[in-house]
């Protein structure tokens, strides 16, 4: 495929074509990493990264008050009460 290299804002842009959009399963804000190797240039779609953990993720471990502890999924026993998984 060829293509122009086209001025956007104070930058310069390749367009993408949309088959391989759709290809590499590529959206608006998808991370690339963009390489240089002696004549080329290489843009390849960005591994997705574990999210960091946030101050809200202990939400996900409440145990609901009308529960019994046997009634909680065996990691949350390990977690909470050092249960054997």
């Known amino acids: 495929m060829t293509t ?3 001025k956007w804002g104070n930058s310069l842009a390749v367009r ?8 590499l399963a590529l959206r608006k804000g998808s991370g690339v990493v963009i390489r240089e190797d002696t004549d080329m240039i290489i843009i390849r779609k ?15 471990y409440l145990i609901p008050i009308s529960r019994k502890k046997e009634n909680v999924s ?12």
């Open 4 to 6: 122009k290299i086209q």
């Open 16 to 23: 993408i074509p949309k088959e391989m959009v759709r290809r």
């Open 46 to 60: 960005q591994e997705p990264q574990e999210r960091p953990i946030s101050k809200n993720d202990w939400r996900r």
């Open 74 to 85: 065996g990691t949350i026993d390990h977690i909470l009460y050092g249960a054997p998984r």
